[in-house]
């Protein structure tokens, strides 16, 4: 683990975590609303829980990081890869990930819909982060 690996963890958590702000702190807040307090804990509520998130963000973008190098194609372009990588991981996690929750959780249709479409376009845009931030020298 060099350190291109080390930098690249911590910006795709950085990264990650913001658009996990700007999808379900901004985009979602008006879906979220009528559910806290009772599907989902409320914004006071769920301060006490930010040393988890933190926590999960730091996990995933060394994973997300760690997974991206294994599967990298020398000599291949790294846009298409991140963002392949990036369509892998969302069909991987965020699609079955939020369809579970729809299972067992009454969480109204749209939302998951929305939380799916805007999810997976993050977690894309992550993976061309990655692919950026871990490309070979030389690359354009």
Same mark, same amino acid.
């Given at each position: 683990?060099?350190?291109?690996?080390?930098?690249?963890?911590?910006?795709?958590?950085?990264l990650?975590f913001?658009?996990?702000?700007?999808?379900?702190?901004?985009?979602?807040?008006?879906?979220?609303?009528?559910?806290?307090?009772?599907?989902?804990?409320?914004?006071e509520?769920?301060?006490?829980?930010?040393?988890?998130?933190?926590?999960?963000?730091l996990?995933?973008?060394?994973?997300?990081?760690?997974? $991206?190098?294994?599967?990298? #194609? @020398? =000599?291949?372009?790294?846009?298409? +890869?991140?963002?392949?990588? !990036?369509v892998?991981? %969302?069909?991987?996690?965020?699609?079955?990930?939020?369809?579970?929750y $729809?299972?067992?959780?009454? #969480? @109204? =249709?749209?939302?998951?819909?929305? +939380?799916?479409?805007?999810? !997976?376009?993050?977690? %894309?845009?992550?993976?061309?982060?990655?692919?950026?931030?871990?490309?070979?020298?030389?690359?354009?």
């Amino acid at each position: 683990m060099d350190r291109q690996f080390w930098i690249s963890g911590i910006l795709v958590s950085v990264l990650a975590f913001a658009f996990g702000f700007v999808v379900h702190g901004v985009l979602l807040a008006g879906d979220y609303a009528p559910l806290a307090g009772s599907l989902y804990r409320t914004t006071e509520e769920a301060q006490g829980y930010l040393p988890y998130l933190i926590i999960a963000h730091l996990l995933f973008g060394f994973a997300f990081t760690w997974i $991206y190098r294994q599967g990298k #194609t @020398p =000599g291949e372009p790294w846009l298409s +890869q991140g963002a392949r990588f !990036g369509v892998a991981v %969302v069909a991987l996690m965020t699609i079955p990930m939020y369809l579970i929750y $729809y299972a067992v959780q009454p #969480t @109204p =249709g749209m939302l998951v819909a929305k +939380q799916i479409l805007f999810d !997976g376009v993050s977690t %894309v845009l992550l993976g061309i982060a990655a692919a950026y931030l871990n490309r070979s020298p030389g690359e354009a």
